[in-house]
């Protein structure tokens, strides 16, 4: 079980593969669940693999995406290869404007309801 509380500490996802690293900005636990999350200096751009390959790994329920666009919730979907396999994978992305990175626990706890 996950503690209930935000921890404090930031902690980063890091894999290191032979051919290609994968790295996330922040993964955090809040509401029971482990959040990854990733930061985006501008508009929603680029292609989110570093973000898919934990979501393949690990069993999240959802991800979160800052950036400077509007808020919104996506399905995404997307295969990334594990083992030279590849995997389908599906999440919902919420994408949140920087400016509500303080408001992150009511928007979690707003979305699990």
């Given at each position: 079980?996950?503690?209930?509380?935000?921890?404090?500490?930031?902690t980063?996802?890091?894999?290191?593969g032979?051919?290609?690293?994968?790295?996330?900005d922040?993964?955090?636990?809040?509401?029971?669940?482990?959040?990854?999350?990733?930061?985006?200096?501008?508009?929603?751009?680029?292609?989110?693999?570093?973000?898919h390959?934990?979501?393949?790994?690990?069993?999240?329920?959802?991800?979160?995406?800052?950036d400077?666009s509007?808020?919104?919730?996506?399905?995404?979907?997307a295969?990334?290869?594990?083992?030279?396999?590849?995997?389908?994978?599906?999440?919902?992305?919420?994408?949140?404007?920087?400016y509500l990175?303080?408001?992150?626990?009511e928007?979690?706890?707003?979305?699990?309801?």
């Open positions: 079980m996950l503690a209930e509380t935000p921890n404090r500490e930031l980063y996802w890091l894999r290191e032979r051919s290609s690293n994968a790295e996330l922040f993964v955090i636990a809040l509401e029971g669940n482990l959040i990854p999350i990733e930061v985006k200096s501008g508009a929603t751009t680029g292609s989110l693999k570093s973000l390959q934990f979501m393949g790994s690990i069993q999240a329920t959802f991800a979160i995406r800052f400077t509007l808020p919104t919730v996506n399905q995404l979907n295969v990334i290869h594990i083992n030279k396999q590849r995997k389908p994978i599906s999440y919902p992305l919420i994408s949140l404007s920087l990175v303080e408001q992150l626990s928007v979690v706890k707003s979305y699990l309801e």
